[in-house]
């Protein structure tokens, strides 16, 4: 299959007064891996069910390949779904679990019987099918040993599994995951995060995956959609969304620690003023205009307190907090007792720097403007350019 699997056009829903989602475009390719990220209550919840057909928009069109599908049923549409709760059969064994999307779909109800069943024609070809089917789903999930097993005899991650397992019996083309991995602890969410991908990449299925965990959208997927206020705010890759967010919400909502968001103003010249002084930085916006200046914690360049000297106004700047990672340290720092600034270096950078420190408390922060993303007064992000060759923060040993 190629092509695009899922599309939605100007979904909107609302509940009593609150509108939940606004008009939500979105399209999912054919064997993509799409997640729809965004903080609790934005909606996105919400517009899963509404592709799952749970539930029904107030407007908007519903295509399931190229096929308008908002009067089809769940089951006729060809789409499974995970949720955050797996709710197995609790009295049932694993291989019963797993087979029951196919009994329920392939067995007539008196085929369905225990006694009587074995009468009804075509009944036993069927049931061998469903559980040869059983038994490759298995396989693939590494889950044989667990199949005589009830459900209170697993584990979290094993629940996980044969939850995932019987979406997958039906072979849906589509996939769509609400948090699956939140009941999860951390280890082990790392761990079914990978396997997820190594599934989606095998089964060449379509997912669409609902998080709310920006480090699992970051590292799982083929695109993004940031979800905020029901509404898609941006739509890109991984890499585009963290280099190039669209608006400052999606700046600060991707990326630990968070963005620096910082004030700043448009000169006479239309140059990009932080602290009061020009950076060589040109932008559309209007002098007198307020910006909002963005810079990641790993572009913010620290120097011990004598050693740095630069164009990019190097300022000074007391520690607050130092938290250690091991293999890194993040820096919470303070310039000119208003502005906190969050900074992150590799440990040896940072050993290095406290060995040339005179004081303890104190550095020296450079914030190199081509590093800047620029967000206007409503949080839009606006295109930059140098006004000159950028002056070279120099380090002096
Ligand atoms: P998310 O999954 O992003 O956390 P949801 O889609 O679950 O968000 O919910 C979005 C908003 O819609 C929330 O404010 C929630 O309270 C509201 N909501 C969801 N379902 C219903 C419902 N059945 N009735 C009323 N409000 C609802
Ligand atoms: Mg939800």
Redesign the pocket.
């Known amino acids: 299959m190629s092509g695009t699997a899922l599309r939605l056009s100007k979904i909107s829903k609302g ?2 007064t ?1 509108q ?1 989602l606004r008009g939500i475009d979105l399209a999912v390719d054919a064997g993509e891996f799409m997640t729809l990220v ?10 899963l069910k509404i592709l799952a057909g749970l539930d029904q928009p107030d407007d908007g069109v519903i295509e399931i390949d190229g096929e308008i599908a908002n009067q089809l049923r769940p089951s006729k549409r060809n789409i499974a779904m995970v949720f955050q709760s797996y709710a197995l059969y609790p009295h049932m064994r694993v291989r019963d679990n797993l087979a029951m999307p196919l009994i329920m779909a392939n067995l007539p109800f008196a085929a369905r019987m225990p006694v009587i069943g074995g009468l009804v024609p075509g009944t036993n070809a069927k049931r061998r099918q469903i559980n040869a089917a059983v038994g490759e789903v298995s396989t693939t999930l590494g889950i044989e040993a667990l199949l005589e097993r009830k459900p209170s005899e697993l584990s979290g991650g094993q629940r996980q599994r044969v939850a995932l397992g019987r979406a997958m019996v039906r072979q849906p083309g589509v996939f769509l995951m ?1 948090e699956p991995l939140s009941n999860l602890d951390a280890a082990l969410r790392t761990q079914v995060r990978t396997e997820l991908v190594e599934l989606q990449r095998r089964l060449k299925a379509t997912f669409v995956y ?1 998080t ?1 965990d920006q480090v699992e959208a970051m590292t799982m997927s083929d695109r993004i959609a940031v ?1 905020m206020d ?1 509404a898609i705010v941006q739509i890109a890759s991984s890499a585009e969304i963290y280099a190039a967010p669209a608006d400052i919400r999606v700046a600060r909502f991707i990326g630990s620690p968070p963005i620096n968001i910082l004030p700043a103003d448009i000169g006479d010249q239309g140059e990009v003023r932080l602290f009061g002084e020009s950076e060589n930085l040109r932008t559309d916006l209007m002098p007198g205009d307020r910006a909002q200046i963005g810079i990641r914690p790993e572009d913010v360049i620290v120097a011990a307190q004598t050693t740095l000297r630069s164009a990019c106004s190097p300022h000074e700047a007391r520690i607050r907090l130092i938290e250690n990672l091991g293999n890194e340290v993040i820096l919470h720092l303070n310039i000119g007792g208003e502005t906190e600034v969050t900074a992150r270096l590799a440990q040896r950078e940072w050993s290095a720097i406290r060995e040339s420190s005179s004081d303890p408390n104190l550095v020296r922060v450079g914030l190199p403007p081509q590093r800047f993303l620029v967000f206007d007064s409503t949080g839009s992000r606006v295109q930059t350019e140098e006004i000159r060759d950028s002056k070279r923060l120099e380090v002096v040993s």
């Open positions: 509940y009593g609150s939940v965004g903080p609790s209550g934005c909606g996105k919840s919400t517009l609400d609902v709310h979800m029901g």
